[in-house]
Structure formats: C-alpha cells, structure tokens
C-alpha cells in the first residue's frame, strides 16, 4: 500500500509559477512509476507528466512541454511538479498517482492516487 499527500497548490496569475509536492508513504516509493493527472470542471482527469523509478525517463503531455517538469527525490520519498509559465487552461485539480511497471498515460492503470491540490490561474 502506498499513501500520497500533495501540497502546493494555489492560486497564481498567468506567467506564474508553482511547485506542486506530493509525499509518498508505506512501500518502497523507489519501486514505483510516478505521475502527475490534471482534472478540470467538466473534463476528464488527463495525464501531465510521468517519471520512471530511478528519475532518468520523463513523459509529458505536449500541452505543458517546455512548461512543467517532474522530478523525483528518492530520500525524501517525494515527487514534484515544477510548473512555470502558466495558462489560465491549467486550471484544475492536480493529482499524483503511483504504479508498479513501465510509464503509461492512462489514468485507469495507476493503482494509488492522492487526494488532490487545487491550481488556479488567473488570466
């Protein structure tokens, strides 16, 4: 069993810049894929960004390329998501979610989830 807790959201005008955390507990964090999934009102949960276990592989959606990135700090058990330049569009709850495996996108394969953050940007 794997526990997540992020932190770090907020609200922050265009152009700005956030770092979400997210605290992992129980097994062995290292072991695991993980991902950063976005849910704004009235749209499906999508798929930000991955990391594989030892930090060396990254995926990103090409909407936030160039503009976010995930990173990983196996001592402190933690995965965060610096986000920089940002749209109003990245409005949305930001989950992190853990899996055994090879990175994938789909939100259904991943098998622990936190509760959430809110991000809001103004425009």
């Known amino acids: 069993q794997v526990q997540l807790v992020e932190s770090g959201g907020g609200l922050v005008q265009a152009g700005g810049s956030l770092r979400l955390s997210c605290a992992a507990s129980g097994r062995t964090f290292s072991r695991y894929i993980m991902a950063w999934f976005r849910q704004a009102p009235g749209k499906e949960r999508e798929f930000v960004a991955s990391i594989s276990t030892g930090g060396g592989v990254t995926d990103y959606a090409d909407s936030v390329k160039g503009r976010l990135t995930i990173s990983r700090d196996v001592a402190k058990n933690t995965v965060y998501l610096q986000m920089n330049s940002l749209k109003p569009e990245d409005t949305a709850v930001y989950y992190c979610?853990?899996?055994?495996?090879?990175?994938?996108?789909?939100?259904?394969?991943?098998?622990?989830w936190g509760q959430g953050t809110q991000v809001t940007v103004s425009s």
């Open positions: 979610a853990a899996k055994a495996g090879g990175l994938v996108r789909r939100p259904s394969l991943y098998e622990y």
